[in-house]
């Protein structure tokens, strides 16, 4: 089964209270998500939303999937075309990295924020809310 992904993160303040949005679309089907992570960086809140994607599209059966966000720094560090510097950063990395391969597809596309409103939106649940509609991943700790 293919699935597309719209994945987005945010805090407020950096680090600040954080959460993530998740849009999955499967099987003609759309899932929306939330989840706060509670105190983190932007970037880890990015990552979040990536893991939490990976982790829901797996759990769905997923074998093939394409994960857009507006996060240059997250899509060309998944793609290798940026290094991971920041060691809190490396471990989500490795998390990203081994679910992607858990597929027989994978790839990250770079989009304009504006075409990633509703991951963003959700993301603003999360945190206004302080709500999740998905477990934290595993790979976030």
């Not at 805090?11 to 003609?28: I, K, T, Y």
């Not at 970037?43 to 093939?64: D, H, I, P, Q």
Request: aromatic share 4%.
């Amino acid at each position: 089964m293919k699935a597309a992904a719209w994945v987005d993160g945010g805090s407020r303040g950096n680090p600040g209270e954080a959460g993530c949005g998740v849009v999955l679309e499967l099987d003609g089907t759309r899932e929306l998500h939330h989840l706060y992570i509670g105190r983190a960086t932007n970037n880890v809140a990015e990552y979040a939303g990536l893991l939490a994607a990976l982790e829901r599209a797996r759990a769905a059966g997923v074998t093939e999937i394409t994960v857009h966000s507006d996060s240059e720094l997250l899509v060309k560090q998944m793609t290798g075309a940026y290094r991971v510097k920041q060691p809190h950063l490396q471990k989500l990395w490795l998390a990203a990295q081994q679910l992607a391969r858990a597929f027989a597809r994978f790839s990250a596309r770079h989009v304009p924020r504006a075409a990633n409103a509703e991951a963003d939106h959700l993301a603003n649940v999360a945190m206004d809310g302080r709500s999740s509609t998905l477990p934290r991943p595993k790979g976030l700790g």
